[in-house]
Structure formats: C-alpha cells, structure tokens
C-alpha cells in the first residue's frame, strides 16, 4: 500500500543489508496484501470504541446519539470505558488547562490507531470562552484532531454526520493524524511546556513508540524533549508499610507498636 | 429559645459601637465592622449567638477605593437567620487574620481567595495553589488583571478557513436529508412504491 512505503525507514548506516528485505514487511510480494489491507481499513472503521472525555456541556448532546433515539450502534460506534481499548477520543466541550493534561494522559494511553474528534466550538478556538484565562483555545495544538465538529453544541444529527464522515476517512486511509503526533512530537510537546511548564512530564514514552511504529522522524525529537529529558526524576522504589498486628489485635496496641519497631530495626539491621 | 437569641443578638449588636447593623429582612442581617474587631465578632457570634455554620467568606475587590472587601456569610441553626459580616481591608499589604481556628471550613474558602485575589491569611494552614495549578500569572480574579491581554498572549487562535465551508457545502452542508424533504418523499412514495425502497435510497444519500 501507499501509505505504508511513504514512512520513512530508519535503517542503520553500517548494516550491508537490503532495508526493504531486512525489515521483511516492506516488500510486499502477496498479492492478496493489498486486499488483506482493505479488509482492515474496512473493519476498523467499523468497529470503532468510543471514549468520550466529557468536559463541558457538549456531552449533553451524547447520550441521545448514543441511546435508542439516534442509535451510535448501528454506525458500530459503542462506548467504551477505557482509554486503552478504545479507538475515537471524544473531547466535548471546552477545555480548561488542568483539563488538557488530563486529555493528554489520555491520549497517549490509547493504543494506535487513534482518532481524536473535537466535538463543539470550544475545541475549536475556545467558543464562548474566548476571553478565559484558564480555558486552552486550540486542542490541535496540543495533540492531533482528526475532525471537529463545530456547532454550540452540535445536534447529535451533527455528531453522527461527524463521525460518518471520520469513518469514511479511516476506510479511504486519509484519517491518519494520530502519525504526525510521533512524526512532530518536539512541536506538539513544545506547546505542551508553554502551558504546563518546563517540568511536564507523561509516563508513556512517545519516543520509543515512535520509534516502535517506525515512525520516528526529524521533527520527533528536538529542544523540548531534550528538556523532557533533563527534568526527568529517577524511579524511586515505593515504600509501604503493613500493619497486621493493628487490625487483628486492636486490645494491645502497645505492644504491636513495639513489635513492629522491632521488626523494622531488625530489616534495617539486616541490610 | 430561639427568639431569645435573636431579641438578645439585636439588642446586643445593636448596642455595640462600631458594629454597623441592619436587619434587611427576618432572616438576614447585614454587619459592617472594622477589620480589627472582626474576628472578635465572629467569636461572639459562634460562641454565644449560635452561629456554627459558615456558608461562605466571599471577596470583592473594590479598586477605585484601594480596599478589598470580605463577607462572611454565617448560619445559626437555632435562629434560622442568615448574618452577612462585612468588612474592609486595604488592599497594598493584602494581609489579614484567618477564623480557621473557629471555622474548619474557612481553610479551603481562605485558600480560594489567596489564589484568586493574592490576599494572604495569617494563620491559615494551607495556602498553596488549589484549583489554578498551572497558574504562573498574577491573581486573576483583580479587577487590575487584564484576562484579554494575558489570553492573547498565552494562546493562539485558530485561523479562519474559508475552505472547510467550501468542502461542508459542496457535500450538500451540515444537513444530509431535511426533515421536511424526508417527509415529503414518503408521502409522494406511499403512493407508488414501496416505502422499504425509499428508506434505503434515503440511507445511501446519508
């Protein structure tokens, strides 16, 4: 397929290796791949989990588009609960700044493929919270929007005609934002640190998924997250202490304080 | 017992110097005081006038005369009245005493009015960030903080594309199929054809 050739390959200088061979899924000699390929697209867009990230008044707008009177379903639409299982990220609503972190941990949990539908004019530029200091005007600043549906607040009529349209595009291949947050990562991380501050940190490592998918190009790296890098905090071991004796003897308590001061010295001593 | 408390409240606040009181109706009463003796009121209030809840401590910021002011709104139970206490400060130092030690909940109003106004509590357990935790400007809610200004220079706008209207409307706009259209079809269409027909002809042109 098209789209698979226009990655770009990262192939080791000192390798004396054919990359296409080397990589063994490039070169494609099944001439069933391609229809193999169709079926896939095909499928996936129609089978899609829904997570909708409910922030503002846009999500008043779901249940109806969901539920028997205008039926997701039938589209292969469905809800899901999770960010990992699920494929369409849905932000409905305006987006505070303490919100967008949210967003974006949740984001960068969802497995790729993953959509991201901006549902009202809030998503957009901000809608009636232009003028907010806390409110984030542009989400596709801060991570790849695929579609937005304007409207304050779109009929469910809307949201359906939406996501039919992102299905179209996830068939027709042209729904692929979700390569330019590996493929740009520096820029959209950049923006991330302008709002959160220098020291924002995700614990998905979006580097070595880039580099996982193949994806990994010049704008993935860069002066943001080379600053990702140097406020990284090392991982301490969690320390948690049990107390048996409190729950199952509540009478002594005294004498449990005691043993377990003693337990701890003799750990400490042991180590 | 509680009309007791309120003939002997009135009679007492009234009496005090340099309580401004007015009842503004049978369930409200407005006290303005100085600074410096508001605490003292409030204790009074909550140790013998029955006014264990405090609702809320709201803060307005009355620029042109350099001074915030403070409401604090207290309940009584037993009295079913509603006591708003005023009272000014200035608003260049932005310090004052905190009633956490008479009311609990005060830290978490205290806290909101430090993020939002810059005013510091003495006294006060907590006073960092609570709901603006990404906030690096100055205390929005002063009417001297220019919410315009910050947004233009904090964040971008999205560009007006013309084109995405272009692609909207030569896809036939927002609407696929209009109600009224629909409407129209199945009645020409009851008459000729099937209405099974209709609806999957209308289905493709979603």
Not at chain 1, 141 to 169: S, T, W
């Amino acid at each position: 397929m098209t789209e698979i050739k226009d990655i770009p390959v990262k192939v080791e200088a000192d390798s004396g290796k054919d990359p296409v061979s080397d990589l063994g899924i490039k070169k494609r000699t099944n001439p069933l791949a391609n229809v193999f390929d169709e079926l896939i697209k095909f499928c996936r867009s129609r089978s899609l989990f829904m997570l909708h990230y409910c922030t503002g008044c846009g999500a008043i707008e779901l249940p109806p588009a969901m539920t028997s009177r205008f039926d997701m379903e039938r589209l292969g639409i469905q809800p899901m609960v999770t960010p990992r299982q699920a494929d369409i990220l849905l932000v409905t609503g305006y987006v505070s700044v303490k919100t967008l972190k949210r967003i974006i941990l949740t984001y960068e949990q969802m497995s790729s493929p993953k959509y991201v539908v901006g549902i009202c004019s809030c998503t957009v530029n901000g809608g009636m919270y232009w003028q907010s200091y806390a409110t984030a005007k542009k989400l596709d600043e801060y991570m790849p929007v695929d579609l937005y549906i304007a409207g304050c607040m779109p009929r469910p009529e809307a949201v359906m005609e939406g996501l039919k349209k992102l299905m179209n595009d996830i068939k027709s291949g042209k729904a692929s934002n979700w390569k330019d947050y590996y493929q740009n990562y520096d820029r959209y991380l950049g923006n991330q640190q302008h709002l959160f501050g220098d020291n924002w940190q995700t614990p998905s490592d979006v580097i070595g998924e880039a580099n996982n998918y193949e994806l990994a190009g010049p704008g993935t790296t860069g002066e943001h997250t080379a600053r990702l890098e140097e406020y990284q905090r090392p991982l301490e071991p969690i320390t948690s202490h049990f107390r048996i004796g409190e729950t199952v003897k509540e009478n002594d308590s005294t004498n449990n304080n005691n043993n377990d001061t003693n337990n701890n010295n003799d750990k400490k001593g042991g180590e | 017992m509680s009309n007791n408390i309120v003939k002997w409240l009135d009679q007492l606040v009234a009496d005090v110097e340099g309580v401004g009181y007015q009842r503004k109706s049978d369930r409200r009463i407005r006290m303005d005081v100085a600074s410096d003796t508001l605490p003292t009121l409030l204790e009074l209030l909550r140790g013998r006038g029955s006014y264990v809840h405090l609702s809320a401590i709201s803060c307005v910021d009355w620029i042109e005369d350099d001074e915030f002011e403070l409401v604090y709104h207290l309940w009584s139970y037993e009295s079913n009245t509603l006591v708003s206490a005023h009272t000014r400060i200035p608003r260049s130092p932005g310090i004052y005493l905190s009633v956490f030690d008479l009311y609990h909940p005060a830290a978490f109003f205290e806290r909101d009015i430090h993020e939002m106004f810059g005013l510091y509590f003495e006294g006060s357990p907590d006073m960092e960030r609570f709901i603006l935790t990404e906030w690096d400007g100055p205390p929005p809610m002063r009417k001297d903080f220019d919410a315009e200004a910050w947004v233009n220079r904090k964040f971008n706008f999205q560009d007006y594309h013309p084109d995405w209207l272009k692609e909207l409307e030569e896809e036939g706009g927002g609407v696929a199929i209009r109600p009224d259209e629909v409407r129209a079809k199945k009645k020409a269409g009851d008459s000729k054809t099937d209405s099974s027909k209709i609806d999957r002809s209308g289905a493709n042109k979603v």
